[in-house]
């Protein structure tokens, strides 16, 4: 799938976008960019596997090996319902977490969510060297991500925003996401917006 910067259906005036979500495969940059971003919008940073770590006291891979993925998934669906009452976020979700519809509907309510994108090729060269990806703990983890990243990409386009992440610097990035979400709270109608938009 090849990705610039894709817009999906408009925003509608009834969304109440109060928060930023980033979805996407691992190894897109949800992490670094949500860190920056949330630090742009003076927003607190909020890693759904982290929190779902904290709550669990032992690490994403520990609970996929003792608990099996859809125990883990049951967790991270039930961290997702936890934000909809929470302002001021961004959030770094699972490359997992927008699978299930139910998520996306979720964040739906509250937030703006923007898909990272990027090729096999580039994810694999930046995951390769780290060992806490339990689904990528297979004999051939490069061809692994190729299928999963096709399995999961009907899944990724429902999306907001599309922005490829190949081929652009963290800055640029952090640009487009900063202004995707600045357009999009013009059309919303959260109560905060005008407070965000003139920050």
Not at 100 to 111: I, V, Y
Not at 126 to 149: C, D, W
Not at 162 to 183: A, P, S
Request: net charge positive.
């Amino acid at each position: 799938m090849a990705v610039s910067t894709v817009f999906q259906p408009p925003i509608t005036p009834c969304r109440d976008i109060r928060n930023l979500a980033l979805v996407g495969f691992m190894g897109v940059g949800k992490s670094v960019i949500g860190r920056r971003v949330a630090q742009c919008l003076d927003f607190e940073y909020l890693d759904t596997d982290a929190w779902i770590e904290n709550q669990q006291n032992r690490s994403i891979s520990d609970i996929f090996a003792e608990e099996g993925e859809p125990y883990f998934r049951n967790l991270e669906h039930a961290a997702t319902l936890q934000l909809e009452t929470r302002s001021n976020l961004v959030i770094s979700t699972g490359g997992g977490l927008i699978l299930n519809p139910d998520n996306l509907a979720s964040l739906r309510k509250h937030a703006l969510v923007i898909c990272l994108w990027a090729s096999p090729e580039k994810i694999w060269q930046r995951v390769r060297r780290q060992s806490h990806r339990p689904l990528l703990e297979t004999e051939n983890p490069k061809e692994k991500i190729h299928q999963m990243l096709q399995a999961r990409s009907p899944y990724y386009r429902k999306a907001d925003v599309l922005v490829n992440t190949d081929f652009r610097t963290i800055k640029e990035v952090t640009r487009q996401v900063m202004g995707n979400f600045h357009l999009a709270l013009k059309k919303s109608v959260a109560p905060g917006n005008r407070r965000l938009l003139e920050s």
